[in-house]
C-alpha cells in the first residue's frame, strides 16, 4: 500500500468514527473531530455534532473560515437553522458554491439584516 492510500484509508477510517459518533453519542470524538487536519472528518463532525445537539454558532462560524470550501459550505448549510450565525462574509466567498448555500440559508433564517438582503 502507498503512502498516500495509506493516508486516505486513514481519512476514511476517522471520517466513519465521527458518523457513528453522530448516531451514537460520543459527543466528545465528535466535537474533537470539529479540528481534525482533513476536510472530509472537519464536514462530517459538524453534520454528527448537530445530530447531538452540541454544534454551536461559534463552531460554525469558524467553520464558515475555513481554507476548504467544502467545510464552508457544509456550514453555510447548518447555518440554516441557526438564525444567529452571520452569514454575511460567506455571501462574498470566493467559491460561488459556497456563496449559493449562504444565500439559502440566509433566506431560512427569520430575519434578515439590510446588508443580507442587498
Not at 476514511?12 to 466528545?28: C, P, T
Not at 466567498?93 to 448555500?101: K, L, N, Y
Given at each position: ?42 464536514i462530517v463532525a459538524l453534520g454528527a ?70
Open positions: 500500500m502507498t503512502a498516500a492510500a495509506s493516508e486516505s484509508a486513514s481519512v476514511a477510517a476517522r471520517r466513519r468514527a465521527v458518523v457513528v459518533a453522530g448516531h451514537s453519542g460520543s459527543v466528545e470524538l465528535a466535537r474533537a473531530a470539529l479540528g481534525d487536519p482533513d476536510a472530509p472528518v472537519r455534532t448537530e445530530r447531538l445537539g452540541v454544534l454551536v454558532d461559534s463552531d460554525l462560524q469558524r467553520a464558515l473560515s475555513d481554507p476548504e470550501p467544502s467545510v464552508r459550505r457544509r456550514a453555510a448549510e447548518l447555518s440554516a437553522t441557526h438564525g444567529d450565525v452571520d452569514l454575511a462574509p460567506a455571501l462574498d466567498d470566493a467559491d460561488a458554491r459556497v456563496v449559493e448555500v449562504a444565500a439559502w440559508a440566509c433566506g431560512e433564517h427569520e430575519t434578515a439584516r439590510d446588508e443580507i438582503v442587498g
